[in-house]
C-alpha cells in the first residue's frame, strides 16, 4: 500500500445486507455480521430497503442467536433498522414465536442485542405455560439452557 492509500473501510451491516436502495417482491433476504456468520434470515412479500433501513409490508424474521437457537418474529408494516453487527431494531406489528418453548408475545417495538443474546420488546402481550402477560415491556435472555423472560414496568397478568 503506498503512503498517501487508506485502507478500505469494512462494509458495515446495513451495507452486507444488499444494495444500499433496493425495492423487491417475493425476496429473501441473508443478513451476516462482519466475520461471515448468519445474524438474521427476512421472508417477505414486498421490501424497499434504503440504507440500514428495510421497510416490511408482510413477512418473517428469523434470528439466530448464540448457541445455535434462534427466534422467529412475523411483522407487518414494519421498520427494521440495522444499527451494527449487535443491535438491530423492528418497529410496527411484531408476533413472535421463541421456538420450541411454547411462549409467544406480540408488541410494537422489538430491539436485538446479539452480543447479550437478548430482545426487548415494548407494549408486550405475552403467552407462555400457564400466564399470560401484558406489560410496558418484555426482555428475554435467550440462553438455550436457561431462557428467562422478565417485565418493566406496570404490568397485568393473569392465570
Not at 113 to 122: H, L
Request: hydrophobic content about 35%; glycine content about 10%.
Amino acid at each position: 500500500m503506498a503512503i498517501d492509500e487508506q485502507p478500505e473501510a469494512e462494509p458495515t451491516l446495513g451495507q452486507r445486507a444488499g444494495p444500499l436502495n433496493l425495492n423487491a417482491e417475493g425476496a429473501e433476504l441473508n443478513i451476516s455480521s462482519s466475520d461471515g456468520s448468519l445474524i438474521m434470515r427476512l421472508w417477505a412479500d414486498s421490501v424497499r430497503k434504503e440504507g440500514p433501513d428495510i421497510n416490511v409490508a408482510e413477512g418473517v424474521l428469523q434470528f439466530e442467536m448464540s448457541e445455535g437457537s434462534s427466534l422467529l418474529v412475523r411483522v407487518s408494516s414494519c421498520l427494521i433498522n440495522i444499527e451494527d453487527d449487535d443491535l438491530m431494531t423492528v418497529s410496527g406489528d411484531i408476533k413472535g414465536n421463541i421456538r420450541g418453548t411454547g411462549q409467544y408475545f406480540s408488541g410494537s417495538h422489538l430491539s436485538w442485542d446479539r452480543s447479550g443474546n437478548a430482545i426487548e420488546v415494548d407494549e408486550v402481550y405475552y403467552v407462555g405455560p400457564n400466564i399470560e402477560v401484558r406489560g410496558e415491556r418484555m426482555t428475554v435472555e435467550l440462553d438455550p439452557d436457561n431462557l428467562r423472560v422478565t417485565f418493566d414496568g406496570p404490568v397485568e397478568a393473569g392465570v
